[in-house]
């Protein structure tokens, strides 16, 4: 279906620094230096920022429109810092700034905090940049937000080449231009003289592809420190017009460049294969018309995580958003339980889930860290081994995930408990940045943007498709009308029409709600086993009028949840608060030891339903229009591997963003941020592949290749 590539295969190795009399960090693997020893951060600005014309065409930048810088080499992020001041002086301030860098040896923290200093006219923003600063574990993609979405970094690990490979929205020849296009070029990294395996002629042709002629602002530029004969071939090789100009300091000379390359023109018939294997990507996942939206509006359909997440996103791109819930409040459905847990399951495999996995909980701990003291509290969540496959599992990850002690520690029974505040006997993982959130105050919370507008008390049941807008119809007719709509309403999209064809599965949940006592156990961390069981969560209750304001410390602990197949009963039951107290004392008996003698009868709890995909990857994306798309892939009944060379059909505009199933809090805002770069034709958070195998289309193609349409 896709060329999906090992996602996190290669060990990650760290740059190994040198520091030099002056303080100044230099490779000890290529013998070179990070920057000028004159002044890096005038040689940033003098090379890449000046030579980019940058100040000229960022002040010519609207309001609501984004701006695409990639770079060769993050090292120690100066020139994403000199972007980024830059870019706070001179662009509207309803702008974005997308910096996308590829590196394959990154700086570990300290050294990047090390090298920053010598910058103070920058920590303002290197202070920043640090606190977000991720745990590299394998290749892998890394999106870091700054200043509420105004300033974006793209962080790839990899090599130079087969990083921004990954940006293509393919590599089949026909499609490789369909995707989102860079503004501008910083060719940094080593010199060629003690790095040419960067330069390399594959770089370059990535470079081509991914570059623009359109005048204005957006044409394509590129400036490099570099004037050997190895960039300016490759520059003109990839279409770019050369000028060699003045460097910086002792630096005789430099070049800056302007990609002015015609389109090519390809023969489609040279790609069709008729009859055998194409060496390609089938091309279903490429949007046929993909349209460009010059009106920023959009209706999202369903207030729980998802809608609430999409609506943020595209809200912070500038985008008028209207909410529609069908109940009074948010997050009354999936979303609604008083704490949900922040977690992932991590896997020793190289496989879409496991990269998806992890690229989520990373950006989930970032995106929320500014959050917690509103939404729940990052107490950590510890993971206990508590069978037999869950020791293997443990056992397996340590090769991968040993170093990445600010992700996840891997915690014998004495430390699980020592952690946990309570006796456990279990080893187990512990991820410190993790905790509890509660869904409706994060959604709340989200929604509190002037671009966001939310109606409740309103259940849209219809989708009417205009010439180059939809309708949102409910039995009072219509709500609202907007060229994009997304539909975020877990497992009841398959109320509408153009998504029924999703083979979505609703799997029932039950929490129970145990009060906190002034003798209750002292949990000081989220702990998961057959189910989790939260720190107790504060209530703040209101006494009579005439009595003083009281904060009792009485709270209650969230426990569960109970995985019920084939079952759509909302009714709380007996039974299951039963199960779920079962397995608090089969895993954590010294936590359900308090409750033992519980009255179940009176146990209060919620129903939930989980919204799930038979592979266990959520739905984002374009909704496709799924005759067409029968239609024109037929051939993969036959050949899986066919020479299709028809892009997919897809309905302009619609989207949906569902299928998180008990994970909505990690999955949520990495998709919400996929999406809305989806729709606003920007750099992708994550790999091409990555994207396409969370499609809504996926399961039409699949079924094509069993023969199953």
């Known amino acids: 279906m896709s060329d999906l590539p090992d996602h996190n295969s290669s060990t990650i190795n760290n740059a190994v620094l040198n520091w030099d009399e002056q303080g100044q960090p230099v490779s000890s693997t290529f013998g070179d230096i990070y920057f000028s020893s004159a002044s890096g951060l005038e040689e940033s600005r003098h090379v890449f920022l000046q030579h980019n014309q940058l100040s000229e065409r960022w002040q010519t930048l609207k309001n609501g429109e984004h701006f695409t810088v990639a770079e060769t080499g993050f ?227 369903g207030g729980g995580l998802a809608g609430c997440h999409s609506a943020r996103a595209l809200a912070e791109r500038g985008w008028q958003i209207t909410l529609v819930e069908r109940h009074t409040q948010l997050a009354q459905e999936g979303s609604g339980n008083p704490q949900g847990v922040l977690y992932a399951k991590l896997s020793p495999l190289d496989e879409a889930q496991a990269a998806f996995n992890l690229a989520t909980l990373q950006y989930a701990l970032n995106y929320y860290q500014q959050l917690w003291p509103a939404i729940g509290s990052n107490c950590g969540v510890l993971q206990l081994a508590y069978k037999p496959a869950e020791t293997e599992l443990h056992q397996l990850l340590r090769a991968r995930f040993a170093k990445a002690n600010d992700l996840v520690e891997f915690v014998d029974a004495e430390r699980a408990s020592e952690i946990a505040g309570v006796r456990l006997s279990q080893s187990g993982l512990y991820f410190p940045q993790a905790g509890w959130i509660n869904p409706r105050k994060l959604c709340a919370r989200l929604v509190d943007h002037p671009n966001i507008q939310v109606i409740c008390q309103t259940e849209a049941l219809a989708l009417k498709q205009l010439e180059s807008s939809w309708q949102v119809l409910s039995r009072d007719g219509v709500v609202a009308t907007a060229p994009v709509v997304i539909i975020a309403t877990a497992k009841d999209a398959l109320t509408f029409p153009q998504a029924n064809h999703l083979p979505i599965k609703s799997i029932r949940g039950q929490v129970t709600y145990l009060v906190e006592t002034s003798t209750s156990p002292a949990l000081k961390t989220v702990v998961c086993a057959e189910g989790y069981i939260c720190p107790a969560e504060k209530r703040t209750e209101k006494k009579k009028e005439k009595e003083k304001p009281s904060s009792s410390t009485e709270g209650i602990f969230c426990t569960g949840a109970t995985f019920n197949l084939k079952d759509d009963s909302s009714e709380l039951r007996t039974s299951d608060h039963q199960t779920n107290l079962d397995n608090l004392h089969k895993h954590t008996p010294a936590i359900a030891e308090h409750w033992k003698s519980v009255d179940i009868s009176k146990l209060d709890g919620r129903v939930g339903f989980r919204c799930t995909l038979p592979d266990y990857l959520p739905v984002v994306g374009a909704l496709p229009e799924v005759d067409d798309l029968v239609h ?52 992708l958070p994550i790999a091409a592949e990555l994207a396409n195998a969370l499609s809504p289309a996926r399961f039409v193609i699949r079924d094509l290749i069993r023969n199953k349409r």
């Open 75 to 301: 090292g120690s992020g100066l020139n994403f810092l000199a972007a980024w001041d830059l870019w706070l002086k001179v662009a509207p301030i309803g702008a974005q700034l997308h910096f996308v860098s590829v590196e394959k040896f990154p700086l570990c923290k300290t050294d990047l905090t090390r090298a920053l200093a010598l910058w103070p006219e920058l920590t303002h923003l290197s202070e920043q940049l640090i606190s977000a600063y991720p745990t590299f574990v394998g290749h892998g993609f890394h999106r870091l937000n700054f200043m509420a979405g105004r300033i974006k970094l793209t962080l790839i690990i990899d090599d130079a080449a087969l990083g921004f490979t990954k940006l293509l929205a393919t590599t089949h020849p026909l499609f490789s231009r369909t995707g989102a296009t860079v503004d501008a070029w910083f060719l940094d990294g080593f010199a060629p003289s003690k790095n040419p395996q960067m330069w390399s002629d594959e770089l370059f042709d990535c470079m081509n592809k991914l570059s623009t002629n359109k005048p204005g602002h957006n044409q394509t530029t590129a400036a490099t420190f570099s004037a050997a004969a190895i960039v300016k071939n490759g520059l003109q090789r990839a279409g770019f017009s050369i000028q060699k100009v003045a460097g910086f300091g002792r630096k005789r000379e430099m070049v800056k460049a302007i990609f002015n390359a015609e389109p090519e023109t390809i023969d489609p018939d040279k790609f069709t294969y008729r009859g055998s294997f194409s060496p390609h990507p089938v091309p279903w996942t490429i949007q046929r018309n993909k349209p460009i939206f010059t009106q920023h509006n959009a209706v999202i359909i």
């Open 632 to 683: 024109d892939f037929a051939p993969l009944r036959k050949n899986a591997k066919a020479g299709v060379i028809t892009p997919g059909s897809y309905l302009p505009g619609l989207y949906i963003n569902i299928g998180h199933g008990a994970r909505g809090l990690t999955y949520t805002p990495l998709c919400a941020e996929l999406l809305a770069a989806q729709i606003n034709n920007e750099i």
